[in-house]
């Protein structure tokens, strides 16, 4: 029997793609937990109609989180803070203190969506990767200077 899956399925495919699976899974499992529709003509007509949907909303999420990347790119974290001699941060600068600046700047942001893997506690200029969704990566200067 040919199905339409509605849902990822790990042992039989993705969602939206046509599959032929024996009639009783379709019948008694598949179907039931709306996990698949038949692939009727019409079921066939709506999928592809859904597909072009969801592109184009995928699409401007896309492009939405590209001027996103861009608007962070533009902007630096500048950090005056207590050192040491040798350049050693007396506190550090974390992933919180680079989302309070993004929201400072009406960027909201998730704490785990900035790729900094330990908090900074040195002198110098970085650059900390921030994952933005649809697979878009921006990058945010930040230099921590001496107070």
């Known amino acids: 029997m040919k199905i339409i899956l509605m849902e990822d399925i ?6 939206g793609e046509v599959r032929e699976v024996a009639s009783g899974y379709a019948r008694n499992f598949l179907l039931p937990k709306k996990l698949a529709l038949e692939a009727t003509p ?30 962070i790119g533009a902007l630096t974290f500048a950090v005056a803070s207590r050192a040491s001699e040798d350049g050693r941060l007396f506190g550090s600068v974390s992933a919180q203190d680079i989302v309070q600046f993004l929201e400072q700047h009406q960027i909201p942001m998730e704490k785990r969506r900035v790729g900094l893997e330990e908090p900074i506690k040195a002198i110098g200029d970085y650059q900390v990767p ?12 930040v230099t921590v200077t001496r107070e």
């Open 10 to 15: 790990a042992s039989l495919g993705r969602r």
């Open 42 to 71: 019409g079921n066939i007509r709506n999928l592809e109609h859904l597909k072009r949907q969801r592109e184009r909303v995928e699409q401007k999420a896309r492009d939405e989180a590209q001027v996103t990347a861009q608007r």
């Open 130 to 141: 921030i994952r933005l969704p649809h697979e878009v990566t921006a990058t945010l200067a």
